[in-house]
C-alpha cells in the first residue's frame, strides 16, 4: 500500500507497494484564482471590444471627405506636374488645409477600423496584466485565513491539541470552516485526555495489588508445603511478574505524549554504551553476544524518553533472539543530519506478515502463545514507535535472510519535541 506522503507526490503505485512517475507541477489555489479571475476580465473585454467592432465597421455608412493635402486620384490622365509656387504673404486662405505632422490622419473606413483594432488588442493585453494583478492580490487576501488553518493541522498532526484557530472576520466558508476544526480539535483532546488519564490511572490502580500479590508468593516459595505446589507457586510468581512489567510498560506508553521535558542534546552513542551495560546481565544469562558499533551522533530530545527506546530496542533483541545468538548496535549520524541506533539480532525466520504487527500493542515475536517463562509484555516496540513519533522520528524493521530482525530508528536533527 503506497505511503500518504507517496499521494501527496502525485506518483502512481505499483505492484510492489512503490510509486512511478514524477509529480507533476501544479499551480497553487492563489495563482489559479488570478488566472480565473484576469481571464474573465479579458473574456468580458473581448466581448465587448468585439461588438463595438461588429457595430461600428457593418451598422453606419461612412462618407469620408477628401483632403486637401491628398486630392484624390480620378480615373483620368494624370496632369504634367507643376512648378512650385511661393506662397503669397499675408493670411492664409480658407480653402487650403494643413495638417499637423503630431496628428493622425484617416482617409478611409479600412484605416479606421484598423486603428480600431490594434486598440482594442492593446486594451485587451492591459486588462490581462491588470486583471492577473488584481486577481492575485485579492485571491491572497480571501485564502489568508487557510494558512492559519493549514498551521492549525500541522501542529495538530504534532500533537498539539490545545492549539485553537479562533478566525476572526465574516461569516463565510473558510470561518466555518474553522469553527468546526476547533471544535473537532476540542472533541479529540477531550477524547485523548479522557484515554490517557483513564491508561494512568488504571495502570496505577493495578501496581498496588499485583505488588502485595508478589510479596505474598515470596512468602509462600519461601516455606513450600510440597513440590507441586512450589512449580504452582513459581509459575504465579512467573505471571505476577509478567502482570507488573505489562502494567509499568502501559505507564510509560500514556506517559511519552504528556512528557514535558524541555529538549535537550542527547548522545545516543553514550546512552547506548549505559544501557548495554545495563542489559548486559540478562544477555549473559541466554549467551548472547553483544557487539557495539558506536558513533558520535547528536540530537535534540527527551533524554528520559530516547533512553527508554534504547532500552526497549536492546530487551526486544534479547528477549526475541535465540540462546547463545548474538545483537548488533551501531549508532551514527545520518547523511541529512539527525542521528541513526541501528540494532540487529540473531533468531527465527520472519515474514512480512509478521512485521507488521510488531508495532502493534501486546504482540511478540513469538506470539501470544509464547512460554509463560517467556520475557516480555509485547509493549516493546509499541513504545519505541511512540518515542520515535514523539521526536519525528521515524521506525523501520527489516527482516534478515538468516533469521532475526533489523530494527532502525532515525532521528531528525532537531527532536522540535512538542512544536508543529
Not at 484515554?195 to 516459595?221: C, G, I, K
Amino acid at each position: 500500500m503506497p505511503s500518504p506522503k507517496a499521494k501527496r507526490n502525485g506518483g502512481s503505485p505499483t505492484s510492489d507497494g512503490g510509486t512511478t512517475g514524477i509529480r507533476r507541477y501544479r499551480m497553487t489555489v492563489r495563482a489559479r484564482l488570478a488566472l480565473t479571475y484576469s481571464a474573465l476580465l479579458t473574456g468580458a473585454g473581448l466581448v465587448m471590444v468585439s461588438l463595438i467592432y461588429v457595430v461600428l465597421r457593418f451598422v453606419p455608412t461612412y462618407d469620408f471627405a477628401v483632403s486637401a493635402s491628398q486630392p484624390a486620384q480620378t480615373g483620368g490622365p494624370v496632369p504634367p506636374p507643376t512648378l512650385p509656387q511661393l506662397a503669397p504673404v499675408g493670411p492664409a486662405s480658407p480653402a487650403m488645409t494643413t495638417v499637423p505632422a503630431n496628428e493622425l490622419l484617416i482617409n478611409s473606413p479600412e484605416q479606421l477600423f484598423n486603428l480600431l483594432l490594434w486598440i482594442c488588442v492593446a486594451v485587451l493585453v492591459l486588462l490581462a496584466i491588470v486583471g492577473i494583478a488584481v486577481g492575485w492580490v485579492m485571491a491572497g487576501r480571501m485564502l489568508k485565513p487557510l494558512q492559519y488553518i493549514n498551521s492549525a493541522v500541522h501542529r495538530a498532526a504534532s500533537g498539539d491539541l490545545g492549539h485553537r484557530i479562533a478566525l476572526v472576520g465574516p461569516q463565510d466558508e473558510i470561518s466555518e470552516l474553522a469553527v468546526n476544526f476547533d471544535d473537532m480539535l476540542s472533541q479529540l483532546e477531550r477524547s485523548f485526555t479522557a484515554s490517557q488519564r483513564f491508561a494512568q490511572n488504571a495502570s496505577h490502580e493495578l501496581r498496588t495489588p499485583l505488588a502485595t500479590t508478589r510479596a505474598m508468593l515470596d512468602v509462600a516459595l519461601a516455606a513450600p508445603e510440597s513440590p507441586e505446589q512450589q512449580k504452582v507457586l513459581e509459575r504465579l510468581r512467573i505471571m505476577n511478574e509478567r502482570s507488573i512489567e505489562t502494567v509499568t510498560a502501559l505507564l510509560e506508553l500514556a506517559s511519552i505524549e504528556s512528557s514535558t521535558t524541555p529538549p535537550q542534546k542527547v548522545d545516543l552513542a553514550e546512552l547506548a554504551a549505559e544501557v548495554a551495560a545495563l542489559c548486559a546481565g540478562e544477555a549473559a544469562e541466554r549467551g548472547i553476544s553483544t557487539d557495539l558499533l558506536p558513533e558520535p551522533a547528536t540530537v535534540q530530545g527527551d533524554p528520559v524518553l530516547i533512553r527508554q527506546l534504547l532500552t526497549n530496542l536492546f530487551q526486544n533483541a534479547i528477549r526475541h533472539n535465540h540462546d547463545g545468538g548474538f545483537m548488533a548496535v551501531a549508532t551514527r549520524t545520518a547523511a541529512g543530519g539527525g542521528a541513526v541506533v541501528e540494532v540487529a539480532n540473531s533468531g527465527r525466520l520472519l515474514t512480512a506478515g509478521a512485521l507488521a504487527e510488531m508495532t502493534e500493542p501486546f504482540r511478540r515475536g513469538a506470539g501470544r502463545t509464547a512460554g509463560a517463562a517467556a520475557k516480555g509484555h509485547g509493549l516493546g516496540l509499541s513504545i519505541v514507535s511512540a518515542i520515535a513519533e514523539r521526536h519525528h522520528g521515524t521506525l523501520s524493521l527489516e527482516p534478515r535472510a538468516e533469521g532475526g530482525l533489523r530494527v532502525t530508528v532515525t532521528l531528525p536533527p532537531a527532536g522540535l519535541l512538542g512544536e508543529p
